[in-house]
């Protein structure tokens, strides 16, 4: 890498893991309110796959003209700042960079962020695994505040993929305001799902008060809710219809700084699962996306640049 260049995996024609590119793109110096980070960890998500695939270019929501980075999780080093910045070149952070139109993304040498998509990372807390923990801590986050708090009577929380990142931080959370929550999960991850102190299934029977979907059952998911329950699922735009007085709802994820230091905080702490499947280098973006499409992976891939 030259000073002025860093090496990013990037999409032109985006068609699976065999289209991702490495390139050399141009440093970004910080603007007023931003950071340049040295990333040292990006986890890989779904969303990354789905991006990758060319889902999102189908749908003509990315219109990037040469090409679209890949990556929303990051964990690095603050290398500089730009005006308005109380952080420290030095100081620790993790946080995401959202949306899908974008030439740039997490998976990459550096990145140059407003700081308002990141927090510091405790101390005590290793780079790969605070880089798992934005945008699904954040869904989760997200989840519960259209689930709200539950009532009595009303209380029964089945959370699809709960051995997944959003379920597993998820099925946690939702205890705190008041939900019994049932994970529902393959037989293997028995231990894991009782472990975040949820009730545990493999199959699920109807009459749930409210289901998170984030397995993405869909319809299947709708069917389990009772009359006038809530669904709330993971995908914007691709929620079923109701049906039954059930309210849906869908999660955006975005960044807050705020609540992203509380879910650090509370990773640190050893209270909410955050989990580290392998790291791999940068080269090795397409294998870990592979791996990760074929299913049964448990902790996140780390990409470390
Ligand atoms: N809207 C937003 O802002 C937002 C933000 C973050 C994530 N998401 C979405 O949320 C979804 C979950 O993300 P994630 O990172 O938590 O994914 P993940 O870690 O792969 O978790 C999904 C879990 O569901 C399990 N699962 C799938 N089918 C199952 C079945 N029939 N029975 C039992 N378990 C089953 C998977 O197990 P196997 O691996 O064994 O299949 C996996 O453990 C993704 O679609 C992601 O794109 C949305």
Known sequence: MSTSTFRAAVVRDPGGPDSIEIIDVPVREPGRGEVRVAVAAAAVNPVDLAVAAGLFHARGVIHQPDHTGLGWDFAGTVVATGPDVDLAVGTRVAGLVDGFDRDHGSYAEQLTVPVAKLAVVPDGLDLSTASTVPVNGLAAAGILDLLGDATPGADRLLVTGA??????YLAVLAADRGWRVTGLARPADEEFV????????????????AVADCAV?????????????TLVGVQPGNAPATERGITVRTVVAGPDSTRLDDLLGRVAAGELPARVHAAVPLDQVPDAHRAVAGGGVRGRYVIHP
């Open 163 to 168: 051995a997944g990142a959003v379920g597993g």
């Open 217 to 229: 059952f869909q319809e299947r998911a709708l069917a389990l809710v009772r009359d006038g329950g």
């Open 194 to 209: 009782r472990g975040l102190g949820a009730e545990f299934v493999t199959h699920a029977e109807p009459g749930w008060d």
